[in-house]
């Protein structure tokens, strides 16, 4: 049989395609005065992933590596680590596919490390929280006592659709050059969702927004390298949104950008056509 038959038969099997060598940085702030890597032999079977093996050292091999996860799927982006040299989803990253017989793993960088494979996310969704990443409307009271949704039509959502995939996993951020040599730039997660909330048309927040991103430490620090979209698991294209978000602000600043009025409510009462939602199953308790 030729070669690459033989090869394309034991991709397909169940049994173990391959053994591959895991080179896990490891560092314990209690212990060790700074970090070393250790490595484990980790059978490989097909359609494992990266946060396969490192499970299968914790629950084989080392129960003292340390890593973060919680899906498994690619959604709660709590997984990401620097795979091969490059900001990763452990948990989207199939081993095979990385085509290497020896793969390094280490946290994040552009954050402190807590141990082993454990990035210190705390300024990272700081920087988050502070361009207000949700719907600001100039009525407050409406807004804590809300009696229906806001109008937006399918174009009007086209504006922030892709940049509304984002799951805060900070791969982008990791990735980012600026971040790295400016530990205050905001970085492109964060100047991301400021502009997917400043082109919501149900948003009335974009002045208190600019005052944030305006800055010298903020989306003018872009150099436009594109390291932050190309690492994103979700093609979310922080360079893209962080570019528009500078032109809304120039528009802005000459005076030419107009003030939005958030889109309306739609009456409570049921329009034709759509159902009455049900009952509540749980009446929640004050
Ligand atoms: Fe949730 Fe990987 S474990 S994104």
Redesign the pocket.
């Known amino acids: 049989m030729a070669q690459k038959e033989i090869q394309i038969k034991e991709v397909l099997s169940d049994e173990i395609v391959k053994k591959v060598k895991f080179k896990v940085k490891k560092f314990d702030p209690e212990k060790d005065d700074k970090p070393y890597y250790a490595e484990y032999d980790v059978p490989v079977w097909r359609g494992m992933t990266v946060?396969d093996g490192l499970l299968y050292v914790k629950e084989d091999l080392d129960g003292t590596v340390n890593f973060?996860?919680?899906?498994?799927?690619?959604?709660?982006?709590?997984?990401?680590m620097f795979i091969n040299g490059k900001p990763r989803?452990?948990?989207?990253t199939q081993i095979l596919e990385l085509g290497t017989d020896v793969i390094e793993i280490a946290p994040l960088p552009n954050l402190d490390n807590i141990r082993d494979l454990v990035p210190d996310s705390t300024p990272f969704f700081e920087k988050h929280r502070k361009v207000k990443p949700y719907l600001i409307r100039q009525d407050v009271k409406e807004q804590e006592n809300p009696i229906g949704e806001y109008y937006q039509t399918p174009e009007e959502h086209e504006y922030y659709s892709q940049f509304s995939f984002c799951?805060k996993?900070s791969l982008c951020y990791a990735a980012c050059p600026t971040a790295a040599s400016d530990p205050e730039y905001l970085g492109p997660q964060a100047l991301a969702q400021a502009y997917r909330y400043s082109v919501d048309t149900r948003d009335e927040g974009f002045e208190e927004r600019v005052m944030v991103v305006d800055d010298p430490h903020g989306c003018w620090r872009c150099h436009y390298a594109g390291a932050c979209s190309e690492v994103c698991?979700k093609g979310v294209d922080p360079a893209k949104a962080i570019q528009l978000l500078k032109g809304l602000i120039l528009k802005y600043r000459l005076g030419l950008k107009k003030k939005r009025k958030g889109a309306g409510v739609i009456p409570a009462h049921p329009r034709p056509g759509v159902k009455k939602a049900p009952k509540r199953t749980v009446v929640q308790e004050d």
């Open positions: 946060l973060r996860y919680s899906c498994r799927m690619g959604i709660c982006g709590s997984c990401g989803m452990a948990c989207m799951i996993c698991p």
